[in-house]
């Protein structure tokens, strides 16, 4: 069964840049899916950021296009999330997910907790 | 964007209740919904796809129905597994938008 884990640093600086990685395992990145970063905080709740076909293919979320990349490694299996510039908006706990080609989300990490502060 | 409007945002209940959950559309989205259940440092769980789809594994408790702007998830009887928080996402246009959540709490 596919399962995803999401890592990274759990503080980053006001400015700083955000960058985490989602480790697949159990499935190719390289399939008829895409690959996505989904975030959850109190105050926005949940909200997509982003998707990744093996291809190199993105979407992005457009309040967040040009701050965030997307790219996806099938080397070692896992895809990847750079947010730039970011601030205390940016706190939340990260998901990394699998997406159908319709969108269905249909497998899910347990979530990463990202701190934006000095 | 389709805004996902989820109520009640809490609901509480007791084991065997009936439970009922709604999100509504922005906008018509047809049946492209999907609804999961969120615990606590566990992954997000598929539960229902396409508005009335039971994913693999799921109990048969679980159902969804509805199309356009109103879709409701429905528990016939709630168990003591089922307290959690559940939500619904949107995959009909981009981007995907999700609901609020709706935390069910033992009464």
């Known amino acids: 069964q596919v399962q995803l884990q999401e890592s990274g640093p759990g503080l980053v600086k006001p400015s700083g840049t955000l960058s985490l990685t989602c480790t697949v395992s159990?499935?190719?990145?390289?399939?008829?899916?895409?690959w996505s970063w989904v975030r959850q905080s109190p105050g926005k709740g949940l909200e997509w950021i982003g998707e990744?076909?093996?291809?190199?293919?993105?979407y992005y979320n457009p309040p967040l296009q040009g701050r965030v990349t997307i790219s996806v490694d099938t080397s070692k299996n896992l895809f990847s999330l750079i947010l730039t510039s970011v601030n205390a908006a940016d706190t939340a706990l990260y998901f990394c997910?699998?997406?159908?080609?319709?969108?269905?989300?249909?497998?899910w990490g347990r979530g990463t907790p990202v701190t934006v502060s000095s | 964007d389709i805004q996902m409007t989820q109520s009640p945002s809490t609901l509480s209940a007791s084991v065997g209740d009936r439970v009922t959950i709604t999100c509504r559309a922005s906008q018509s989205i047809n049946q492209w919904l999907a609804w999961f259940q969120q615990k606590p440092g566990q992954a997000p769980k598929l539960l229902i796809y396409k508005a009335s789809n039971l994913q693999n594994g799921v109990p048969s408790r679980f159902s969804g129905s509805g199309s356009g702007t109103e879709l409701t998830l429905t528990i016939s009887s709630l168990q003591p597994d089922d307290f959690a928080t559940y939500f619904c996402q949107q995959y009909s246009a981009f981007p995907w938008t999700f609901g609020q959540g709706t935390k069910v709490e033992i009464k």
């Open positions: 990744v076909f093996h291809s190199g293919a993105t």
């Open positions: 159990g499935y190719s990145v390289i399939s008829d899916y895409w």
């Open positions: 997910a699998r997406a159908t080609r319709q969108r269905l989300l249909d497998f």
